[in-house]
């Protein structure tokens, strides 16, 4: 199936049977429009199911119910205080490297210049000295080694300990802004658009602007890509591809992260995205017309009779044409038409580029977002589509599971769908693909709903990443500065209930039906708390490995390693690559723990509590045993 297929049926057979019988016994679930005309037969067979479906449906809520049961009386609380079992893996040096890293963070003129610091003590030193001194300090707390075999012994010690790892290629191009814009403008901006100064009508928010043309501006959380070639998009594969190697080596269950704006040309994330935003808004003016606004994107079904006399009066067709457009999909069958069967009105074309069509309420007509794309610019798009096939199924050949990082909002809404299209392709047996929700987006929850039911629907496994997000502040400055809605939740309380209601969305559908895996990537011990306190109500063993606790290296060790020893699924983000290539990587770890260490004491205080106890009792120089 092509990643270009944006509209599959559902599987057919006793799979279906299967889904529907289990999604019965839920309260929780919308009722799915059929994507099929049944026959006379196929009803009678959804009336009077085969035997061997029932018990088969049967026998999976009775696993869930014993589940448990056994779970309840036997819950796993974690005491995050214990610094014997939090440091359990650390020699007393790297204690104490910790600690003076730790304190070099609270700094700000250290962390402000760290950039010229590092220029000067390199001239200083010389590579060798240099290379030395920050494999002592930051470059040893944060980076695991320089190359694949150099990390095994870190890799190796981390998963006698209970926690794996997700392997990353810490290196970065090291631009000056000038040079970073330069790159943006030229790979966001099509050939129509340079020829027609703005005639396409293309939103705001989706055209690349040079004053935020730098995209690591306020952004210390997440790795940068800029598109310079075609072949230097190929080189990304190829580092994500032994990436997804060395994790399938190191152990049986690991991870692998990748960013889509390093497989390809930004310029068609942007205008696909934009396709998806002007589409779904169609459909909620559909919705406000018919008097269901303010609900709930999963909530709003549309009267298929009066949805279509509203797009003949909007201009957008014929009655006969509007028809045709959903029995064509053999969708509405129930009589209404909701969020979900309108994305899939978006179907596979000859040309990728066809893809990208709007409707225009001015004219009544659906258009092309540009004016025209060039042979090469569709190739662009090809390409990206082919190398993220070509991860995906040396994921699939390696046993890891590959995460989609999340980015900036104006690529996001095309970086979900294709993660959804891989989802649907890869997940059918077991969750390979897992996609990024970012809690801090107002419409957070309604990205994570549907996606779950769509799976729910389709019989595929879900795998979500959730994070609070890294691009906070420049997405803040680019909405206030270009002029459009700011897409942030208001607060940082907001941003914590925001991730509460989605983690406990794909945990509730854990504890109903089985398909769905979650990573808790937080360093914050309330909500790793939250999330052991629901497992333990609803029944979630940690060794059905549905549930993954997510952490930066050289990061909150309290937190990750008491997990693992209790058994639960804990993974390590491991960065690797040569020193002075990494060192933008280094950067930013320093001003993201300049935040954290201002903030809280917490873990410099449990650090110190270790090294008092490991000299009270004569262990001061003691080594893991593994």
Not at 84 to 98: D, G, M, P, Q
Not at 255 to 267: D, N, V
């Amino acid at each position: 199936m092509s990643y270009t297929k944006l509209a599959p049926a559902l599987r057919a057979g006793s799979d279906i049977c299967l889904t529907r019988a289990v999604v019965s016994c839920r309260f929780r679930s919308t009722v799915a429009s059929p994507r099929t005309k049944p026959s006379s037969e196929s009803q009678e067979q959804q009336v009077d199911a085969p035997c061997s479906v029932l018990k088969k449906a049967a026998a999976q809520v009775d696993h869930i119910s014993q589940t448990e049961n056994a779970w309840s009386k036997s819950k796993v609380f974690i005491d995050f205080e214990n610094t014997k079992e939090a440091y359990k893996s650390k020699e007393t040096s790297e204690l104490l490297r910790s600690l003076l890293v730790f304190r070099l963070c609270t700094f700000d003129f250290l962390v402000d210049k760290n950039k010229e610091l590092i220029n000067l003590s390199r001239k200083v030193l010389g590579k060798r000295l240099f290379e030395q001194l920050m494999k002592m300090t930051f470059y040893g707390q944060f980076v695991a080694g320089e190359d694949q075999e150099a990390i095994k012994p870190l890799v190796s010690r981390n998963r006698a300990f209970g926690v794996g790892s997700v392997l990353d290629y810490g290196v970065e191009e090291d631009l000056t802004q000038e040079e970073a814009e330069k790159k943006e403008m030229e790979s966001c901006v099509s050939e129509a658009e340079k020829e027609n100064h703005g005639v396409d009508h293309r939103e705001k928010k989706y055209k690349a602007h040079r004053q935020f043309g730098d995209r690591r501006g306020g952004v210390i959380s997440a790795r940068t890509y800029f598109y310079a070639d075609e072949a230097k998009c190929d080189q990304h594969m190829e580092t994500f591809l032994k990436c997804i190697e060395a994790s399938g080596g190191s152990s049986e269950d690991g991870f692998s992260a990748i960013k889509l704006t390093a497989l390809g040309r930004p310029q068609f994330l942007l205008q696909f995205s934009e396709v998806l935003v002007k589409w779904r808004r169609v459909f909620h003016l559909l919705a406000a017309d018919q008097g269901k606004a303010g609900l709930s994107a999963l909530d709003i079904k549309l009267e298929m009779k009066q949805l279509q006399e509203s797009l003949v009066k909007l201009g957008l067709g014929a009655k006969d044409e509007t028809q045709n457009w959903f029995t064509g999909e053999d969708l509405g069958m129930s009589g209404t038409v909701d969020l979900l069967d309108w994305n899939s009105l978006i179907d596979s074309r000859t040309k990728i580029s066809n893809l990208l069509v709007v409707p225009n309420l001015e004219t009544g007509q659906l258009e092309p977002l540009l004016s025209k794309f060039t042979d090469e610019e569709e190739m662009q798009m090809k390409r990206m589509l082919q190398r993220m096939d070509v991860l995906a199924k040396k994921a699939l050949q390696q046993g890891v599971r590959l995460m989609v990082d999340a980015e900036q909002t104006y690529f996001q809404p095309a970086i979900s769908r294709l993660t959804l299209e891989m989802q649907r392709k890869f997940n059918k047996e077991k969750p390979i693909i897992f996609n990024t929700y970012q809690c801090y987006l107002r419409e957070a929850y309604d990205n994570v709903s549907l996606d779950v039911e769509l799976s729910r629907r389709e019989g595929w496994y879900f795998g979500a990443k959730l994070v609070r997000g890294a691009y906070m502040d420049q997405e803040r400055s680019r909405a206030a500065e270009i002029g459009y809605a700011d897409p942030i939740n208001p607060n940082y309380d907001a941003t914590n209930q925001m991730y509460h209601r989605c983690l406990d969305y794909v945990l509730e559908e854990i504890k109903h039906h089985r398909n769905a895996n979650v990573m808790v990537a937080s360093h914050n011990e309330n909500t790793v708390k939250f999330t052991l306190q629901r497992m333990n109500e609803f029944g979630i063993h940690p060794s059905e490995n549905k549930v993954y606790f997510g952490q930066l290296l050289g990061m909150c060790d309290q937190i990750s390693f008491p997990l693992g020893q209790a058994g639960y699924p804990v993974y390590k983000y491991v960065p690797y690559g040569p020193v002075n290539e990494v060192l933008p990587y280094l950067s930013r770890r320093a001003q993201e723990n300049r935040g954290i260490m201002k903030g809280s004491q917490r873990e410099r205080l449990l650090l110190w509590t270790e090294l008092q106890r490991r000299l009270l009792s004569g262990e001061i120089f003691y080594k893991p045993v593994y």
